[in-house]
């Protein structure tokens, strides 16, 4: 009878895949007619993919793909389809920092709204907060009042690392922002073993950076993983249609329950519950102001 063996692809080098097999980090083949779960689309195997191997250790073979819970993606250039560049993406860390580079919370509201899309969950963490708070004071709070969970850091002095070690340990992970917030300063603090060079992760997501879609999974001790991956600006966010975009301002879609008309743009109604709470300074104006500019947007990138 033949062995079968699970595994997690953590990185794709053409014909080989590297797959975490237990704590066993083995680079195996993968059959060419693979068994694809029901429902994958894009037949490409990624980081992040459960599968199935065959043989015994050393000599595995991936043979089978097991269904993908969450989808990484983004458009290559010159192309309309998308591209799974990810799959079983538990949640998003999504780094901002408190100062230096100054935080910019419609960014931040670009990628909640890309998680959303994704169907990842989301969780901020405020990095460099012994450099003070002045920064993010006026406005952090509007996320709170959204929902979201916020962790205050510190990769310097290890504030708050302890708290992002509980929340990634055992889970698949996605760190992303902006340039500069420190997420591979935060990621060497929670494990140093990766050894990961200033700006690494940042040079990942930099921009202008989009026409590379390799990705990896670092292994976390213990169990869970870390995602490196590159074009995560865009990851998700690009095929948004602009009635969508209200399910991802938890806060907003909420309060939109409340509106006369079940097609309220919240832009100029009568009886819109939104516009009300944003006059009534129960809802985020800024965040109301974000939405009305994100779903411009989509609009002119749809049209």
């Not at 603090?189 to 050894?195: D, F, K, L, S, V």
Request: aromatic share 6%.
């Amino acid at each position: 009878m033949t062995e079968r063996t699970a595994g997690v692809v953590t990185a794709v080098f053409g014909p080989l895949v590297r797959v975490q097999v237990g704590e066993t980090a083995l680079v195996v083949s993968f059959r060419r007619t693979l068994r694809w779960a029901e429902g994958i689309v894009d037949r490409r195997l990624v980081v992040g993919d459960r599968v199935a191997l065959e043989g015994k250790p050393p000599d595995l073979v991936v043979t089978a793909v097991e269904p993908r819970r969450t989808t990484l993606t983004r458009r290559s250039p010159g192309e309309r389809r998308s591209r799974v560049i990810a799959a079983n993406v538990d949640q998003a860390v999504i780094v901002m920092a408190a100062a230096s580079p100054e935080p910019n919370p419609r960014l931040l509201d670009r990628f909640l709204v890309a998680c959303h899309h994704a169907a990842i969950e989301p969780v901020i963490c405020i990095n460099k907060v012994d450099q003070g708070t002045a920064g993010i004071d006026a406005w952090i709070g509007d996320y709170q009042d959204a929902g979201y969970e916020l962790l205050l850091a510190s990769a310097r002095t290890s504030r708050g690392v302890g708290c992002l070690t509980r929340r990634v340990v055992g889970r698949t992970t996605l760190f992303c922002g902006p340039s500069g917030v420190g997420k591979s300063a935060l990621l060497n603090a929670i494990h140093p073993g990766y050894r990961l060079r200033e700006n690494s992760i940042s040079e990942a997501t930099g921009k202008g950076r989009h026409t590379t879609t390799t990705a990896q999974l670092l292994p976390l001790p213990g169990s869970g993983f870390v995602v490196d991956t590159p074009g995560v600006r865009e990851f998700g966010f690009w095929d948004l249609a602009p009635s969508e975009l209200q399910a991802h301002f938890p806060e907003i879609a909420r309060t939109a329950a409340g509106c006369a008309f079940a097609d309220c743009t919240h832009d100029h109604e009568a009886e819109c519950a939104v516009r009300n709470a944003v006059q009534a300074g129960t809802l985020s104006a800024r965040r109301y102001s974000s939405f009305l500019k994100l779903r411009q947007e989509l609009a002119a990138t749809a049209g």
